[in-house]
């Protein structure tokens, strides 16, 4: 529901020298990523830089990231990674806009008549 309130359109690529692995978004704010990755990129590691590239309906970028904390691979060769970004000034006006959006569903709700 959140996704769909922001726009975003389930795609997230992570980028790491000349590789480039699909990823699914997890949890998100304006400084930090958690994802899972759906297959395994060799050099990525805590500590080691890459980035990221964001799909949502209104932007689609690119924002500089360093991994923080990585999961082991599991059988199906998946692991979470967790990462601090740069600044973005895209993923800040999408965030404010989903919390903006919010806010309005909630005076919507708050509107509506008992019964």
Do not use: W
């Not at 769909?4 to 389930?10: G, H, Q, S, W």
């Not at 704010?29 to 209104?58: I, T």
């Not at 967790?82 to 903006?100: A, H, K, N, T």
Request: charged share 20%; net charge positive; proline share 4%.
């Amino acid at each position: 529901a959140s996704a769909k309130v922001m726009r975003f359109n389930n795609y997230v690529e992570v980028v790491l020298g000349g590789s480039k692995v699909r990823a699914t978004l997890l949890n998100l704010s304006v400084r930090f990523l958690r994802l899972r990755l759906s297959m395994a990129l060799p050099a990525l590691a805590v500590g080691s830089a890459c980035s990221v590239r964001l799909y949502f309906q209104l932007y689609q970028f690119a924002v500089p990231a360093r991994v923080t904390a990585l999961s082991p691979y599991d059988a199906a060769g998946q692991c979470v990674a967790e990462m601090e970004i740069e600044f973005s000034p895209e993923l800040v006006e999408i965030v404010d806009d989903y919390y903006f959006r919010q806010s309005i569903q909630g005076r919507k709700a708050d509107a509506q008549p008992a019964r």
